[in-house]
């Protein structure tokens, strides 16, 4: 397992050993059998307006955003199980959004900073939330990971 982590904000470097733990949780309560790399970068509101704007054709900043490098289900039932190396995709986070949604929601900058870096990369794994019932099976699944972590 390898984490690729970039972070404007030095008070956050702190978060790669977070992030690696949330990781290695996540694959185990998946049984992902390969091994994955995952960059994450924490940034700003303005650094992820653009990509947003540009990507997603959404005006504002958004909280997370995942770019998966596996694109079909097909790809990921054939790789996520089996033994190997496996680049899964990019995880941009804004600190400024998260700071707001953790003031927002009444919980520690941790617990959102977590939760965001589960979210993007279930997206990574595959997991959407477009139709309400995956929606709930992914929701599910972030709580019951940020659970065994104590976030």
Not at 51 to 72: C, E, H, M, Q, W
Not at 80 to 92: C, F, P, Q, T, W
Request: hydrophobic fraction near 35%.
């Amino acid at each position: 397992m390898e984490l690729d982590f970039n972070s404007k904000f030095e008070e956050f470097n702190c978060y790669e050993d977070e992030y690696l733990s949330l990781m290695d949780i996540t694959l185990k309560e998946l049984n992902i059998k390969c091994d994955p790399i995952v960059s994450v970068t924490l940034v700003d509101n303005r650094y992820i307006h653009k990509i947003n704007k540009k990507y997603r054709g959404i005006d504002r900043p958004t909280d997370v955003i995942s770019f998966a490098f596996l694109d079909d289900g097909h790809q990921y039932d054939k790789v996520l199980h089996k033994e190997g190396m496996v680049a899964l995709g990019d995880i941009y986070i804004s600190v400024e959004k998260a700071k707001e949604q953790a003031e927002e929601y009444g919980h520690s900058i941790k617990r959102e900073l977590s939760f965001l870096f589960v979210h993007g990369l279930l997206h990574l794994l595959g997991y959407d939330h477009m139709k309400e019932e995956d929606e709930k099976i992914m929701f599910a699944l972030q709580d019951k990971i940020l659970r065994q972590k104590g976030v």
